[in-house]
């Protein structure tokens, strides 16, 4: 059973366009999170949701969604693409907070063209 | 504010040690570390809470040394399954809902 599930796995797409990452995890946790890695691996963390609610959106421009409609799911929607949005977004939760284990999801890497 | 990891790459033969530094600026509540290999997730290794607790995974370990607001990951007796890139991510207070991650550190090891 996989923990933490993203899908699509790949996005390749047209500059400009508008797309979703989906993310869901089974374990049952409290917290779950976005993150990007760029080209030079550099991980970064966009946001950070507890029990539905934002807790951090780490100046991410606001073409930028997420969404929780619930504890399990976690999805993000991005406007308007632009080259430097291409990166691998990893989903990623913990039972409650940050002192604790994360769990990655195996990411979702977006091309945009 | 994110951490400062050295160095940035190491090239290691099977059974050979390093160890890899992560460092702050800011005190820590927490060091966390994590591995990933090519084309994969990150993968937890150990968290190390304030109090100088260390923790062990296989034949690595850690160690956290607040007052240097520092922590070095151990890779002993190496083997070719730890090549990857070590992450170090911290946090400044308990429960912060937010990780700061270090450049990462690139373990090769060669047979």
């Known amino acids: 059973d996989t923990a933490v599930s993203q899908t699509p796995k790949y996005l390749v797409t047209q500059m400009g366009n508008d797309k979703s990452i989906k993310c869901e995890q089974n374990l049952g946790h409290d917290t779950m999170y976005w993150y990007k890695q760029d080209s030079k691996k550099f991980l970064k963390i966009m946001f950070s949701y507890n029990n539905k609610e934002l807790i951090i959106n780490e100046t991410v421009p606001n073409r930028f969604s997420p969404k929780s409609p619930d504890k399990a799911h976690l999805n993000l929607h991005i406007n308007s693409l632009e080259l430097g949005d291409s990166a691998v977004y990893f989903c990623?939760?913990?039972?409650?907070?940050?002192?604790?284990?994360?769990?990655f999801g195996p990411g979702t890497r977006l091309l945009v063209l | 504010q994110q951490p400062v990891q050295s160095p940035q790459a190491v090239i290691l033969r099977e059974g050979e040690d390093a160890v890899i530094n992560c460092s702050s600026s800011k005190a820590l509540y927490s060091v966390h570390w994590y591995r990933q290999k090519h084309g994969e997730a990150p993968v937890f290794l150990m968290i190390l809470l304030k109090g100088g607790e260390q923790k062990g995974h296989e034949k690595i370990s850690a160690s956290f040394n607040e007052k240097k607001q520092q922590s070095s990951l151990y890779l002993t007796a190496s083997q070719l399954s730890y090549s990857g890139t070590y992450f170090c991510g911290t946090e400044f207070r308990s429960n912060d809902y937010k990780l700061s991650f270090g450049a990462g550190t690139t373990v090769t090891v060669r047979a």
């Open positions: 990623a939760s913990s039972q409650r907070g940050t002192t604790e284990t994360q769990y």
